[in-house]
């Protein structure tokens, strides 16, 4: 196994095209152009097994507003593992790799699961204030995300309230 990083521009066509066939199994027919498109355009880490492609997650910058304060966040996209290569550490492996990215090359890191366990055991934070997006006509909330929204703290954001508002940036698609 061979944890690699690269990104979306130093990937040739045949392995975005592996990355985007990994998340669509993953998801179950749920994963569309919009979740595609929000995946790409970052920095993607990655397990490889004899050339294929196993397990991977991609980290997009966005800007989230928490209360009055705005952060350039690495936002956590296409976490995915090959169904043969489940609960073999794989994911927590891309996530760690992840957490480092994050550490070094932003403010905060914030996702949007349904597995919230999961990215806790990892050191992820459940977001408990109401959520927003900053959408062109203004702020709009976006309660269905509220308890779905995590972060990841960095030096930049260890005081943090967690109770306090979250906004994100616009964009098409789920906005979280």
Do not use: K, N
């Not at 975005?16 to 995946?39: M, P, Q, S, Y």
């Not at 043969?84 to 891309?94: D, K, S, T």
Request: charged share 30%; glycine share 10%.
């Amino acid at each position: 196994m061979d944890l690699r990083v690269a990104t979306t521009e130093q990937l040739t066509g045949v392995q975005l095209d592996a990355i985007r066939a990994l998340v669509e199994d993953a998801f179950e027919g749920t994963f569309d152009d919009h979740d595609w498109d929000h995946t790409v355009g970052g920095v993607h880490v990655f397990v490889v097994d004899d050339d294929v492609i196993v397990a991977h997650g991609a980290v997009v910058e966005r800007t989230l507003v928490a209360g009055d304060r705005r952060f350039r966040s690495g936002y956590i996209e296409g976490v995915a593992t090959a169904r043969l290569y489940r609960r073999r550490g794989l994911g927590a492996m891309v996530m760690h790799q992840i957490a480092e990215i994050i550490e070094r090359d932003f403010e905060l890191g914030a996702l949007s699961t349904g597995v919230q366990d999961y990215y806790e055991r990892l050191g992820w934070e459940r977001w408990r204030g109401p959520t927003y997006v900053d959408s062109p006509s203004g702020r709009v909330r976006t309660e269905d995300e509220d308890d779905g929204i995590l972060v990841l703290r960095t030096a930049t954001s260890r005081d943090l309230d967690l109770a306090a508002s979250l906004a994100c940036d616009w964009r098409e698609g789920d906005v979280w």
